[in-house]
């Protein structure tokens, strides 16, 4: 890769409780590549995407995080938002209480600090029409009812409204139907149009992909990368699956 670095994870161990998840991770993602994490569940690839946010129910022991040239390995999720990191959960929580569009307001106005209504909600309603969301999800509470597919499209509009430097998508086409995995991969398309922001996609299918240019593909066994590769390492685990592929070493 010869881009700038934008993320760099060194040597991570992660563990949640008395349990170490990941066991040595490294991995490096340039400014504007999209990276792709691949490998059977449980393997760990959820645990780096929620370690690299901040989550506090993953305790790094040991390597760091690096983004955008600063140490983040002990920065607290908000901090980690306002410098440009989003992450799309695989099962969005609901929220009573808290509409769709209040929640992406208060979002962006802890990332920018004040901002007009009026704009808002014009690029709110603009943002909406392009991923063919009904405007009434703007005023719902935010996943409260919502279908799966719902979700995910709620998640993706976050994405757009907040052009993070880095998005990671844990699993975002996980489950949905084709109508469905068509407008989350139109909202990603959008996302490299506007903010040429870079993106890492956790995932163990490839249906995300197929309309996306892939730099790199990264496969997770037992919390550790074991193979590393280009957009063809998608195409050997799509036509062989993971084992034969990560046996040919």
């Not at 995932?203 to 309309?211: F, G, V």
């Not at 892939?214 to 496969?219: C, E, G, I, P, Q």
């Amino acid at each position: 890769m010869n881009k700038e670095q934008l993320l760099k994870v060194e040597n991570l161990h992660v563990s949640v409780g008395d349990k170490e998840i990941l066991h040595g991770v490294d991995l490096t993602v340039g400014r504007d590549e999209i990276h792709v994490l691949m490998g059977p569940n449980g393997t760990g690839k959820s645990t780096l995407g929620y370690a690299v946010t901040g989550n506090p129910a993953y305790s790094v022991t040991e390597g760091r995080i690096l983004f955008d040239g600063e140490d983040i390995t002990d920065m607290p999720v908000n901090e980690r938002a306002k410098r440009g990191i989003f992450l799309s959960f695989q099962n969005p929580l609901e929220v009573p209480g808290v509409t769709l569009s209040a929640f992406i307001r208060s979002a962006l106005e802890q990332k920018t600090g004040s901002l007009r209504l009026w704009d808002f909600k014009k690029k709110l309603a603009e943002t909406m029409k392009l991923l063919q969301m009904d405007a009434s999800y703007a005023e719902r509470d935010l996943n409260v009812g919502f279908s799966g597919g719902e979700k995910k499209k709620a998640e993706i509009l976050q994405m757009l409204m907040l052009e993070p430097k880095l998005a990671i998508l844990d699993e975002t086409d996980s489950g949905l139907d084709v109508d469905a995995v068509r407008t989350v991969s139109e909202g990603v398309r959008l996302y490299r149009e506007r903010v040429h922001g870079s993106l890492l996609i956790i995932t163990h299918s490839t249906r995300i992909l197929e309309a996306l240019h892939v730099d790199a593909a990264h496969v997770m066994e037992n919390g550790v990368i074991v193979k590393n590769g280009g957009a063809e390492l998608v195409g050997a685990i799509n036509e062989s699956g993971f084992a034969a592929v990560n046996a040919q070493d």
